[in-house]
């Protein structure tokens, strides 16, 4: 896999099945069905094209251990596509019998971080190729959080032998929204662990900066992309884009223009990565029932109208709204 790529979707296919400088795709493994994968992406398998599965049911960061059924399906995807990858999400989306239909942030607390690494080594045993984990947009932030969001990403990589899905949109949204300073977050994150990049569009919406994947890429995006591959050297690429597609000369320019970033990144002299000694609590059942009371409690406060005096009124009133208009594709329903 290498080069850059393009994400699945049936209004992308017809160009992925065209672009043949195209190194790879991913597809969202809850849009297709295993047995019968749509007749485009069997066609893009068959000619040898790296299909990587992309996962956003799993809720890695939930509180109980991931679900069975959903980890199968997970699994079969990934044979069906022969993927060298599969990729998910370190956040939640069901917690204590009911579900929020996007992505939440995980607590960066050590209890949140030994339940992550409990679920990502049950996760890695039993797929069929590496696991990766994304980091996510965070419209809140959790209170009480104990370790940065790299120094918990990084320790999390380092337990489960996992490695890294760095959006680059996600990470630009969140130094927006909650501040922080990129130089120093790549200082802390484990960038040798890196395995691809996603690249989207966003906007900002009211106060926010929002990951719409339905906006063109934008000069603070390619900004924080380059400064990323100054430090990993060469990468691959993904584009992701969901809603808007656009004309063909317009994704096709934003393709050219990642894959001349892309060329003309050298390679880095090797860094030294920071050295953690993060103490993780035991595992056992309380720490689970504590940890999904908290996530069931943010589920009924973004699905509903309760308050959580806890959290920033502002993230919470975005959380909502994206709850209601970005909802990850139905991977996570309300029950």
């Not at 380059?226 to 004309?247: I, K, N, Q, W």
């Amino acid at each position: 896999m290498k080069g850059v790529g393009l994400g699945w979707r049936p209004e992308t296919a017809w160009l992925i099945d065209q672009r043949a400088s195209l190194g790879f795709t991913e597809v969202i493994a809850e849009l297709i069905d295993p047995a019968r994968p749509p007749a485009a992406l069997a066609a893009a398998v068959a000619r040898g094209l790296p299909v990587i599965t992309h996962g956003v049911g799993l809720s890695l960061g939930g509180a109980q251990p991931v679900d069975h059924a959903r980890l199968r399906r997970l699994t079969h995807a990934a044979q069906t596509l022969r993927s060298p990858l599969v990729s998910e999400h370190v956040a939640f989306c069901r917690a204590g019998g009911a579900a929020s239909p996007h992505f939440l942030p995980v607590p960066h607390t050590r209890a949140q971080l030994a339940i992550l690494v409990d679920n990502v080594r049950r996760t890695i045993d039993a797929l069929p190729a590496p696991l990766v984990l994304e980091n996510v947009a965070a419209p809140l932030r959790w209170p009480g959080d104990e370790l940065h969001e790299a120094d918990f990403l990084a320790e999390l990589v380092d337990r489960t032998g996992a490695r890294l899905l760095l959006d680059v949109a996600n990470l630009h949204a969140n130094l927006v929204n909650h501040g922080g300073d990129l130089d120093r977050y790549l200082d802390r994150l484990p960038l040798d662990r890196i395995a691809y990049l996603h690249v989207a569009g966003g906007a900002r919406v009211d106060v926010m900066w929002r990951d719409t994947h339905g906006h063109p890429l934008t000069p603070p995006i390619i900004d924080v992309l380059a400064r990323v591959l100054a430090r990993t050297g060469p990468r691959p690429l993904l584009l992701e884009r969901d809603d808007h597609f656009g004309t063909r000369g317009e994704l096709e320019a934003e393709l050219d223009q990642l894959a001349t970033l892309h060329a003309a990144t050298a390679a880095p002299p090797p860094q030294p990565r920071p050295v953690r000694d993060i103490d993780l609590p035991r595992m056992h059942r309380t720490l689970r029932t504590t940890l999904e009371h908290a996530q069931r409690a943010l589920i009924d406060c973004v699905t509903g109208t309760r308050a959580l005096a806890a959290f920033d009124p502002i993230g919470l009133a975005e959380a909502r709204t994206i709850a209601r208009r970005k909802a990850i594709s139905g991977a996570c329903p309300r029950r």
